[in-house]
């Protein structure tokens, strides 16, 4: 069972920048895919990026061009880059790694973006 946590989030303002890091308590190395999900009030949870072990990655449409994943594997970290960020990006942002029944997420990390 690997556990996940998520840090990085905060307050920034419109067009401002954040990077979210997911630390894996094992090597992530042994898994294929990774991802980061977020989830605003009232709405379900999306997808926002994921990455494949052999470095393939898929972003929604709606952060194309401003977010990018990545990972280092000697900390066993996953990163969201969030670049111009938009009112709209407002979500507890979650990292996700598939697995039996729903898969392993992380406890949130909270991003507001407000001036």
């Known amino acids: 069972q690997v556990q996940l946590v998520e840090s990085g989030g ?3 303002q419109p067009g401002g920048s954040l990077r979210l890091s997911c630390a ?3 090597s992530i190395l042994v ?3 990774m991802g980061w999900y977020r989830q605003a009030p009232g709405k ?4 926002v990026a994921t990455t494949t072990s052999s470095g393939n990655t898929n972003y929604a449409d709606s952060v194309k061009g401003r977010f990018t994943i990545s990972t280092d ?3 066993n970290t996953v990163y969201l880059q969030m670049n111009s960020l938009k009112p709209e990006d407002t979500a507890v ?3 996700h790694i ?3 029944g729903s898969g392993h997420w ?3 990390t909270q991003v507001t973006v407000s001036s």
């Open 10 to 12: 905060g307050l920034v």
């Open 24 to 26: 894996a308590s094992r």
């Open 31 to 33: 898994y294929q895919l």
């Open 44 to 47: 379900q949870r999306e997808l």
């Open 73 to 75: 594997n000697a900390k």
């Open 93 to 95: 942002y979650y990292c």
């Open 98 to 100: 598939p697995g039996v």
């Open 106 to 108: 992380g406890q949130g």
